[in-house]
């Protein structure tokens, strides 16, 4: 049930421009370049890692891989399938294999439902289970997350941020998916509620064989949870390495910026790269390559010719003229 | 809950003592007294006439006592009579108007509801479309003109110019010798641009409170989640959004109470209605003390009442406040 090439998703030259209205009587004229010409697969049972900046676009494309947001060009292929104009009854059914799971476990649980209702209603829209089976699916899958079965009959309001956070999971994947954007999963929560879902979301994956597109600011969340990493800076693809060889030895000038900035204790003394300057507003990002206002390799030609993403290295890709 | 409903309770007598001492104080304040139209403005009345008239309505005793045997009256829930030439019971007054008020504003209230809401659903789920725009010009638009102006205009227009419309009163002369569907069509037409007027702000107000809370709940993630779930486009809307986008109305609508009270003066002056909006202008015109008192009570106690089913009703349809 994937793509021949074993993919489940494969996002093609993705663009998503939102307009800025100033007033209540001006035409659109300012675009905020959100995704700007973005490609990216994800190999079925793995996790690709999405990082970067807040603002840069990655929760965005992960919206955009759901069409829960309409990309403005570009092709969405899942499990082979091009989805980009699925519309109706076809696309609801595809739905059923593609969950989310978002960054804040507060607006993210309708309040005014109970969370047996929230977990199981994708069961009832996909005429997987009637009514009556649901509550006792719905307490397996709450129990399978770590809550208790009486959950069930709560709202989402008598639970923690973590519990939240589980029973957004355990909506994630009552129908099964084939693949899972977590967009933020644990940035809201504490940092040891993090190690949990975290690891839940590890456990889960083994059992169910979904992939992630795991979209995340946190690099150490990233290096815990991904097989490959992709880098985004202003709505465009820096680098996509596999993981070890992306945090043993980064490629693009942002990627190497990044990973200067994350605090570890010991190991090996690293490189110190200091960004200069602030991130440009995506409503007018700079010509040529995105990164080259703050990066300490830039030249002339950087500020003119926007590198495309390409092999740097085997199995490699980055988005830099000098690497 | 019902002890909440309880506490509620037991306020209601307390905000209804306090509200009758500022309305009788206020009543007392003003330019011009009950026996001013009898008296004052009649060059015949003599001294003693005057004199007599005072003692005969007790308006020689001091204002605190006054005061307190309306009170103490108040609370057999006698108003006693009234300071006009008929010197009815207040009671029987109201008794005999309300039922005309509260039909024209309960009519408009459903009004409000049917046209309100989805007009301010439909905007939200398609915010910046044609309709939307057009939509919300009008609704400003009707913000910003005077109820009583639009009422003349439309009375001239339906009344006057096209002849489709009655323009005073609640029934025409002939309507006791109509058959019961006619008398029914003769009150509806009699109804019509009064209870259109007594909505018209309301409508606007509730149309523009339900796109923003829609606009509101609609970026919410679990409206995305739902969407992501696979339900169409009108489950999510109705089900998922519309269910939290309402919850904020039902306080609006205990807070329109004494708005639509207020209005009722305005347009039952204007198209001669027999209820208690014009009773209450009458009252206040002859500084008729007891029968203004009395509807400010009657007033205050449903706004009071009101207030409290909002809240109530609230409770009841948010599970966060029903437990917590």
Known sequence: MTGGDGTVLSLTDIFKHFPVRRSFFSRETLRVHAID?????????????????????KTTLGRVALRLVEPDSGKILFLGQDIT?????????????????????????????????????????????????????????????????????????????????????????????KLVVADEPVSSLDVSVQAQILNLLKDIQEEYGMAYLFVSHDLRVIRHMSETVAVMYLGKLMEVSPAEEFFGNPLHPYTRSLLAAVPMLGGAPREKIVLRGEIPSPVSPPPGCRFHTRCFMARKLCEEVCPPLREAAPGRMAACHFV | MLRYVIRRLVVIPVMLVGISLLSFLAIHLAPGGPISVAADLNPKATAEYRERMVRYYGLDQPLHVQYGRWLVRMSTLDFGP?????????????????????????????????????????SAVRKDSWFDRISTVTVFTGFAVPTFWLALL???????????LPISGLVSLEH???SLAGRFWDRARHLLLPVLLAG????????????????????????AAAKAKGLGERQVV???????????????LGLSVPDLLGGAVIFETIFAIPGMGQLFYQGVMARDVPLVMGILVIGAFLTLIGNLLADVGYALADPRIRTG
């Open chain 1, 37 to 57: 010409g973005v490609s990216l697969a994800v190999p079925a049972g793995k996790t690709v890692g999405l990082v970067g900046e807040s603002g840069c676009g």
């Open chain 1, 85 to 177: 104009a699925l519309a109706g009854e076809e696309m609801r059914r595809t739905r059923k294999m593609m969950q989310i799971i978002f960054q804040d476990p507060y607006s993210s649980l309708n309040p005014r439902m109970r969370v047996g209702d929230i977990v199981g209603e994708g069961w009832l829209v996909h005429g997987i289970a009637g009514s009556r089976e649901i509550r006792e699916l719905a307490e397996r899958l709450l129990l399978r997350v770590g809550l208790s079965a009486d959950a069930a009959d709560k709202y989402p309001h008598e639970f923690s941020g973590g519990q939240r956070q589980r029973i957004g999971i355990a909506r994630a994947i009552s129908l099964s998916p």
């Open chain 2, 82 to 122: 009234s300071f006009a030439p008929d010197g009815r019971q207040v009671s029987d007054k109201i008794k005999e108007r309300i039922p005309v008020t509260l039909t024209i504003n309960v009519l408009s209230m459903g009004l409000i509801f049917l046209v309100a809401i989805p007009i301010g659903i439909y």
């Open chain 2, 154 to 164: 439309l009375m001239i227009l339906f009344g006057v110019k096209l002849g489709w």
């Open chain 2, 176 to 178: 006791d010798s109509l």
């Open chain 2, 200 to 223: 018209f702000g309301g409508l606007a107000g509730m149309s523009r409170y339900m796109r923003s809370n829609m606009l509101e709940v609609i970026r919410q993630d679990y409206i």
């Open chain 2, 238 to 252: 109705l089900r998922h959004a519309t269910r939290n986008a309402l919850l904020p109305v039902i306080t609006i």
